[in-house]
């Protein structure tokens, strides 16, 4: 039975209520007086010498405040990379100057040039028409190995190529996956690209800036995922300005799917100018500026190679991957091929060697960053591609292909040659609920049904394992991040018997505003309407490293739990002297402190209000007051697990791909609120099948994005989904956070790309069209018909 | 120039330039900020209000051609009290939302069309909804709560 409130209770979210009705509080929402507005004038050129700036005619134009350019920012560093990468030969990365507003050359389409600040949106909107930029033209460099070629042009004159790095991993493994792949009985080779897409939340991105001269305090409202990490990286690397001087407020945000958490150009101009004009300034970023400015997501292009032994067991697996970073390096750029996409090479599979090699190149486009899922999905798609492969060309089925070579329930920790320690898992259970779920043995049937209409059906299957809640501080630390990766919480208890649970994570529409507070509710045995959730502003919580990468409930509410458990045990101090009695003696259930073997008892309030109002307080024991802080840094990576499942049918006539069902069976270990778990799950599946159906960065040969507004660039819409199922029900539970939960957030988007191109490409071989071996995302019409016509 | 309108039953006026969209003028003229702005090019439908009894894609009309007219948008439609309506409810009974950044459009659009089609089937609703773009959802929960909306049996899923 479902439980009416706690941990495991489909509790409504009660930050709906605001949404609801129009009452949310979204970063645009917010207007200071006195506020001037910005506008930014971008390169409409992939790639120039700016030869001059002429803002003379703007800055006469009514209502301008200044037109700022490059010579603004003199004193100012440039927007910092927070992850160092060190390549195969022991040499750091490459790494530009990522300058606030473009210095002596523009890089990409959308690179910001200049900026009006002016006193109406529509002053400085028509004033940055009026400013005059001379630019040279160069020729831009947008494909990976062109880049790479002797005499391509470079994006940055300062580098020796546009070439960032070169990583190998493990590369003590190199000779010996060399060699298995060489012996190997089989050898299953695919090259395929992982499509480049933008992340598109909702609302926009926005950052409101208001200096106060008098205080000499800087308060900024921005769309971000990490206000915290914000302000360190804002206030020490870019402005130089204290971080007591400095709060950063991320108050309700729509959406962010990674492309929030990084440190915007746009964010330390509106901080910067807002000092210089003496006014607020604020900049609302149009979808059309979001396009090539927000921090585009995955694009690579990968050769993988499966070796595998006559039993049809995995012997090795090598991976050359280009990775495009852009043209500059985004805030935690350089981690996502490396450490986030080479770790996890491994999947769910006991393949013994593996050998990753990353190329990450610089070139004349957006800036590339973290996007749900951010490096296992690319992981995955290559694996549970080449896997489909490995099953077709050694005519076995692809369930038992990958049953068979599974890391089983018992061989739990499982030490993987791509450096991980998986804790927990058990691949066969959601394997089997997967199968069961969609009539896999019925699955013949359907596609004789569908053969009659005409139309050819696939089965595809997926297994996906993703690292969630990324840690530990010092191992990160070691492999280049310049950050620790904790969570914070501080459990404020009122006299009353109220809380404030004030959380370094953040929410942008995860629901931690419930989710959390069903679990402090839970560990005290109180309503849920007792606790109150605060999040998003440095000036109120403590030091956090914000919401990415499924880590919220992992870490950030593992945090929340040692700060409870702080508040119990002083509570549980206070309950033993109020009832005079033995501390060890005291238990607390439903809300109530008891001393064991007895019927006394003290309420939940009462404790509460005698360590405020302490009239009856042991004070040279017990310091009055209940309010504590933990930090907590996690042990290990969270390891969720899922099999998914998507089955197709394409139109042979055109080329047509719908989507007829899709299954997710996920094991997230415990879970808090099933709900908000299964939301989280459709969500990432619809981006998943947005990716491998309908989404694409295309650019041209000039470097022009064409798929630059919702005109083009195509979002899945009501019509392009199915009903999704999704079951939970295998559970196999984190062992090193006290919540034993692992992550749900970003498993829709890892699991379905490969399940759905799996299934094209089985309809297209049940229909005759055995020479398709892959399509590359998205399976469009006019790609799948191509294929099919070639 | 001056522009009048009834908002959700009130006579509001306020000034507005011959080229002040809709949207920008409920929310920096009128400080009604629940209509949301996603895109520039009429495609998100995060700002559907209704005009005139019709939905309407804010960002889309002029400021002034609404003078005179009457206007709906999402702060108007729970009760007096704050009591959610049906639809609303709905919304957060089935999980239909989760950054909340296009709920005011996708709430506006639903209630346009129960309004025209009070049992709508599952793909009259995914259909009507192709004007309204939603990045966290999957669409799966919108759909059943605007079924749930309409009183009519809400599609089970395999975790129920």
Redesign the interface.
């Known amino acids: 039975m479902p439980k009416d409130g706690g941990i495991g209770a489909s509790s409504?979210?009660r930050?709906?209520?605001?949404?609801?009705?129009?009452?949310?509080n979204?970063t645009?929402?917010i207007?200071v007086n006195g506020q001037t507005y910005a506008w930014f004038v971008r390169s409409d050129v992939a790639h120039g010498t700016i030869n001059s700036i002429d803002t003379s005619a703007a800055e006469a134009m009514d209502g301008v405040l200044k037109v700022f350019t490059a010579a603004d920012f003199e004193s100012a560093g440039g927007i910092p990379c927070g992850w160092q990468v060190t390549d195969r030969h022991g040499e750091p990365m490459q790494e530009p100057k990522h300058p606030i507003l473009a210095e002596g050359k523009v890089r990409h389409v959308g690179d910001p040039i200049a900026c009006v600040v002016a006193e109406t949106l529509?002053q400085a909107r028509d004033a940055a028409e009026a400013v005059e930029i001379d630019i040279d033209e160069l020729e831009p460099v947008l494909d990976m190995k062109a880049a790479l070629e002797d005499g391509a042009p470079k994006v940055h004159d300062e580098l020796t190529s546009n070439l960032c790095y070169d990583w190998g991993f493990v590369e003590e493994n190199k000779e010996a996956v060399d060699e298995a792949i060489k012996s190997a009985a089989h050898v299953v080779t695919l090259e395929l690209t992982n499509n480049r897409l933008v992340a598109?939340?909702?609302?926009?991105r926005v950052a409101v800036a208001d200096y106060s001269r008098a205080r000499d305090e800087y308060t900024l409202y921005t769309t971000s995922q990490n206000p915290h990490v914000i302000r360190l990286l804002m206030g020490a690397f870019v402005l130089s300005i204290p971080e007591h001087k400095l709060r950063v407020v991320a108050p309700?945000?729509?959406?962010g799917?990674g492309s929030k958490i990084y440190h915007y150009a746009e964010e330390a101009f509106v901080t910067h100018a807002s000092k210089v004009v003496n006014r607020p300034v604020k900049w609302t970023s149009?979808?059309?500026e979001a396009f090539i400015s927000d921090a585009h997501g995955r694009d690579h292009k990968t050769k993988i190679e499966l070796a595998l032994d006559e039993n049809h067991m995995f012997t090795a697996l090598r991976t050359d991957t280009y990775a495009n970073m852009g043209a500059y390096l985004s805030t935690f750029a350089p981690s996502i091929p490396t450490w986030l996409h080479g770790t996890l090479m491994a999947g769910n599979y006991k393949t013994p060697v593996i050998y990753v090699n990353v190329k990450a190149v610089f070139t004349n486009t957006t800036p590339v960053d973290a996007y749900r899922g951010a490096g296992r999905p690319e992981a995955t798609y290559q694996l549970e591609r080449v896997i489909d492969k490995a099953a077709r060309e050694l005519g076995v089925d692809p369930a038992e292909l990958r049953r068979k070579n599974f890391i089983k329930p018992e061989e739990f920790p499982y030490d993987t040659p791509v450096a991980v320690t998986y804790d927990t898992g058990n691949y066969h259970a959601t394997l089997d609920k997967a199968l069961e779920?969609t009539d896999y043995a019925g699955f013949e049937k359907r596609a004789e049904e569908s053969k009659a209409r005409g139309k050819l059906r696939g089965y595809g299957l997926a297994h996906f394992i993703e690292a969630c809640g990324i840690a530990p501080s010092n191992l990160v630390g070691q492999l280049g991040a310049r950050a620790g990766l904790y969570e914070s919480a501080t459990v404020r208890v009122n006299a009353t018997g109220g809380i404030t649970v004030m959380t370094g994570s953040h929410s942008?529409?995860?629901?931690h505003e419930t989710s959390f507070a069903q679990v402090v509710a839970d560990m005290i045995g109180i309503d849920e309407g007792m606790i109150e959730i605060e999040h998003g502003d440095t000036a109120n919580t403590p030091m956090g490293m914000g919401t990415y990468g499924s880590r919220s409930i992992a870490v950030g509410g593992s945090a929340m739990v040692r700060a409870t458990e702080k508040i119990i045990n002083k509570a549980k101090k206070i309950a033993a002297h109020l009832m005079e009695a033995s501390e060890s003696d005291i238990e607390l259930k439903d809300g109530q402190f008891s001393v064991a073997g007895t019927d006394k008892s003290v309420a939940w309030g009462d404790v509460t209000l005698a360590a405020y109002v302490p009239h009856n307080y042991p004070l040279e024991e017990i310091e009055p007051g209940l309010e504590e802080t933990a930090f907590y840094d996690p042990s290990n990576f969270t390891y969720p697990s899922g099999a998914y499942v998507c089955e197709v049918e394409v139109d042979p006539e055109t080329g047509k791909v719908e989507v007829l069902g899709f299954?997710a069976a996920d094991d997230f270990g415990n879970v808090i609120n099933?709900?908000?778990v299964?939301?989280?799950v459709?969500?990432?599946?619809?981006?998943g099948i947005g990716q491998a159906m309908l989404e694409n960065c295309v650019y041209d040969e000039n470097g022009q994005l064409l798929s630059a507004?919702?005109?083009d660039y195509t979002?899945?819409?009501?019509?392009d989904?199915p009903?999704?199922?999704?079951?939970?029900?295998c559970q196999t539970p984190c062992t090193h956070n006290p919540l034993g939960v692992k992550g749900c957030g970003e498993a829709?988007a890892i699991g379905s790309p490969p399940a759905v191109v799996n299934a094209v490409i089985d309809a297209l071989h049940r229909g005759g069209y055995t020479n398709v071996e892959h399509i590359d995302m998205p399976v469009t019409p006019a790609r799948v018909w191509a294929a099919m016509n070639s | 120039m001056k522009v009048t309108m009834t908002v959700n039953g009130q006579t509001r006026t306020g000034e507005a330039?011959g080229?002040t969209l809709l949207s920008t003028f409920l929310?920096?003229t009128l400080g009604?900020?629940?209509?949301?702005?996603?895109?520039?090019?009429s495609?998100?439908g995060?700002c559907v209000v209704h005009v005139n009894g019709k939905d309407v894609k804010s960002c889309t009309m002029f400021a002034a051609e609404c003078d005179g007219a009457d206007v709906a948008?999402?702060?108007g439609?729970?009760a007096p009290d704050?009591t959610?309506n049906k639809i609303?409810q709905a919304?957060?009974?089935y999980?239909g939302?989760?950054?909340?950044?296009?709920?005011?459009g996708m709430?506006m659009s639903a209630a346009a069309l129960l309004r025209d089609n009070p049992t709508p089937s599952?793909a009259e609703?995914?259909?009507y909804?192709?004007g309204?773009?939603?990045?966290?959802?999957?669409?799966?929960?919108?759909?059943r709560a605007i079924m749930a909306a309409s009183g009519q049996e809400v599609?089970a899923?395999?975790?129920e």
């Open positions: 409504k979210r930050e709906d209520v605001r949404f609801l009705t129009g009452a949310g979204y645009d929402d207007n529509e598109n939340p909702m609302e926009p309700d945000v729509g959406g799917f149009t979808r059309s779920m942008h529409g995860q629901g299954t099933p709900m908000i299964e939301g989280q459709h969500g990432g599946v619809a981006q507004s919702y005109m979002m899945p819409r009501a019509d989904m009903m999704f199922d999704v079951d939970h029900s829709g | 330039e080229r929310r920096e009604l900020t629940g209509t949301h702005v996603g895109c520039d090019t495609q998100c995060a948008t999402i702060e439609q729970c704050g959610l609303q919304f957060q009974d999980h939302l989760q950054c909340g950044f296009c709920t005011p709430v599952e609703i995914r259909e909804l192709e309204n773009i939603c990045r966290c959802t999957g669409y799966h929960n919108i759909v599609p899923v395999a975790a």
